[in-house]
């Protein structure tokens, strides 16, 4: 893996998941909650032992599994991801960073990514109170969550978005 690529879901990235587990250990510290209280609370769906191996970057988090951790949390999912990353090159550069989604299309769209990304998209209205159009503008930190709910890379989000027919171009 190049350093200018973002890691795919499933992919092995031993960097990249030091620093995933660093922010979960981060957000859970922020909740002052230790592993046996995150298993407890949860009716052991998080066990302590697993959720320490995500947190030292022993093993990789599933995006479905990640999703629920941030609820579990109260947090956004963008929250659980690196920031800053060395793995997430500068967009300014790249493709227009001025995506917007058009989430009639994507809530018809089937399959549990879809499902995921609507949710996802769902959680960036709420948090900017932004209800009343069905077309969403998504900012560049979106980008990076965005791009691994729908396995690419930062660098190719908007041409993925646009094969699965909700991006809409301006």
């Known amino acids: 893996m190049s350093s200018g690529d973002y ?33 407890a609370q949860s009716s052991h769906e ?8 995500y947190e030292r970057g022993e093993r990789a988090i599933s995006l479905p599994r990640l999703s629920r951790l941030a609820l579990f949390y109260e947090v956004p999912v963008a ?18 960073v001025r995506i917007t ?10 399959g549990a990514e879809a499902a995921v990304l609507s949710r996802f998209m769902s959680m960036i209205q709420s948090q900017r109170r932004d209800t009343a159009d069905n077309n969403l503008a998504v900012r560049k930190d979106d980008l990076k969550t965005i791009a691994c ?18 991006r809409i171009e301006v």
């Open 7 to 39: 890691p795919r879901m499933g992919e092995k990235s031993d960097s990249y998941s030091t620093r995933v587990g660093e922010r979960l250990r981060s957000v859970r510290r922020q909740k002052r909650i230790s592993l046996q209280d995150v298993e």
């Open 149 to 166: 709910i729908i396995n690419t890379n930062i660098d190719t989000v908007g041409a993925r978005l646009r094969e699965l027919g909700v």
């Open 101 to 110: 989604i058009d989430l009639v299309r994507l809530q018809a769209l089937p």
């Open 79 to 96: 929250e659980m991801l690196p920031r800053g990353s060395d793995n997430v090159p500068d967009l300014g550069t790249g493709e227009d």
């Open 46 to 53: 998080f066990k302590a032992s697993v959720l320490g191996a």
